[in-house]
């Protein structure tokens, strides 16, 4: 069956010829600028980053190491004991 195109089973010539010129890739815009350039603008761009943080006061610092040291401290001695416990399971069992 056709159409005026032509056949629905084969592409046409021109549709080959579009496919297979495909141009090539130009790299965005990584490739016009050197490599330092890249780096000058990462750096920027940290900044710009660090700018946006929401730092914590004195105050707020120092509760929240307060805590994380007061959790170590508690699992650790949970650990602890633990350990101690099945120690002395173990030579209970094993003699």
């Known amino acids: ?41 990462f750096y920027r761009q940290i900044i710009a980053e660090l700018r946006k943080v929401v730092w914590p006061t004195r105050n707020q610092l120092t509760s929240y190491t307060t805590v994380v040291i007061f959790f170590v401290v508690v699992m650790i001695a949970l650990v602890t004991l633990i350990d101690y416990g099945l120690n002395h399971a173990a030579k209970y069992v094993f003699g």
């Open 1 to 41: 069956m056709t159409d005026a195109v032509g056949s629905i089973d084969m592409p046409d010539a021109q549709d080959e010829l579009q496919e297979t010129k495909k141009k090539p890739r130009k790299g965005g815009k990584r490739a016009k600028k050197g490599p330092l350039k890249r780096l000058a603008l």
